[in-house]
């Protein structure tokens, strides 16, 4: 299992950048098309496989190989109980997760990318985000930290913004909460923004959330990898350190 340490880093990503080759490819790609990893890639004819369905593969064939290596939950369009972010509680005519990737034992996380589908009365349009969700050990009153107004939560509409680090403000109901100052105060802001200059940082409860909105996380990035280690890392000290991939990350997600 993970211990912290703030300047090591943790996943072999060599599966991320690796050209796919070979006879595993050739299985891999004859499971996918039987629907073994996951019914987006299901191709039972040869003209169903256009270039989408072999971008949509080879990913999924990365994004396999690389959780193999490292001991993850790799879940290809999961049905999960709604997160307790505010990205996810709009209210869309369709809306689902796409690959999430779950970090199970100490300093454990999830992140994966989502996607909604909104009808209006010309062409549906359509909402991406990625997200990160990092469980806390202790509970936190509601804020978020963005560069922009923007997109607030309604929770934390009747509230005033505190200018923080990295030309960011803080929304919250309890802004001088000791916790959240030093949770704050310790460079999770600017790791975040590292990772997107567009993102933001919201804290529920015993969860904390950083979110790409209007975009996916390129998840076969490995610099992206580094970057989430970077925040996890930040984050460490406030860390629920949950002990196994059943106690806690799949908490997260539970309301």
Not at 102 to 118: A, K, L, Q, R
Request: aromatic letters at 10%; one cysteine or more.
């Amino acid at each position: 299992m993970w211990q912290h340490r703030p300047m090591t880093r943790r996943f072999d990503t060599s599966a991320l950048t690796r050209r796919p080759a070979g006879a595993d490819w050739r299985r891999f790609r004859a499971e996918a098309a039987a629907g073994e990893h996951g019914a987006d890639l299901v191709a039972e004819r040869w003209w169903q496989r256009g270039m989408d369905w072999w971008l949509g593969t080879r990913t999924r064939y990365r994004l396999t190989r690389f959780a193999r290596a490292n001991g993850l939950d790799l879940q290809p369009r999961p049905a999960i109980p709604r997160p307790a972010a505010a990205v996810f509680h709009s209210a869309p005519a369709q809306r689902q997760h796409l690959d999430r990737i779950t970090v199970p034992g100490p300093y454990g996380f999830v992140i994966g990318n989502y996607e909604e589908v909104f009808e209006g009365p010309g062409e549906a349009t359509g909402y991406d985000a990625g997200y990160l969700i990092v469980p806390l050990r202790e509970s936190y009153p509601p804020s978020w930290v963005s560069r922009q107004e923007h997109g607030r939560p309604r929770r934390l509409r009747d509230v005033d913004p505190v200018p923080i680090a990295a030309g960011c403000c803080l929304w919250s109901r309890k802004p001088e909460f000791p916790l959240l100052q030093r949770l704050l105060s310790d460079g999770l802001v600017e790791k975040a923004l590292a990772i997107s200059g567009g993102a933001t940082v919201e804290v529920v409860g015993n969860e904390l959330f950083v979110v790409l909105g209007g975009g996916h996380f390129r998840l076969t990035s490995p610099r992206l990898w580094g970057q989430v280690e970077d925040v996890v890392a930040t984050v460490a000290p406030f860390h629920a350190q949950q002990t196994g991939a059943g106690t806690g990350i799949n908490a997260v997600s539970r309301r």
